[in-house]
């Protein structure tokens, strides 16, 4: 074999060789577009299901402000609701900070024994907490009236931006 033919044949080799990489980084390429559109397809899903969730919350708490606005349901048993159903938002975080009056309630009472467990307790003991938990609603009664108002609108707003982006996409 001549030393053109080696180099021939060495320069098909390696052309060969280029080319099976060249292949296979398209492929690799090709697997990586893929998984980074089915990445932001999971996320897109995802989101939704948080957004889905938070407006079914954000309808309860809409609920619980009218009723607390009516007075239809005590201060305590909203403020309660309210905390809890706020801080199970997916994709409003911190809306409880902005109700400072209505969190205090919620804490000074959240050790409060309820349902069965109330019903165990003794009746001095249960005094003592229905004392405790009217002490602290008529402390925070004003703040609370006008975090109602604050709360009602917030939450409508938020909801709304969420039906928004839920119909957007």
Known sequence: MSEN???????????????????YAGKLLKQLKQQRQAQTAANALHKKK??????????????????????????AEGAWRLNVLLDSLKLSENLTEQFPAIVELYESI???SILDERKQ????????QDVERMKVEAKLTEQIDAELEL??????NRKSELNS?????
């Open 165 to 169: 982006a839920l119909t957007s996409h």
């Open 121 to 128: 307790l003794p009746k001095k003991e249960r005094m003592m």
């Open 5 to 23: 033919n080696l180099l021939m044949l060495l320069a098909i080799i390696g052309g060969l060789i280029i080319f099976a990489l060249a292949a």
């Open 50 to 75: 948080h957004a889905e969730h938070d407006v079914k919350v954000l309808d309860s708490a809409v609920i619980i402000v009218r009723a607390m606005k009516e007075s239809q349901c005590e201060y």
């Open 110 to 112: 959240k050790h409060h």
């Open 151 to 156: 709360l009602h609108e917030t939450v409508l």
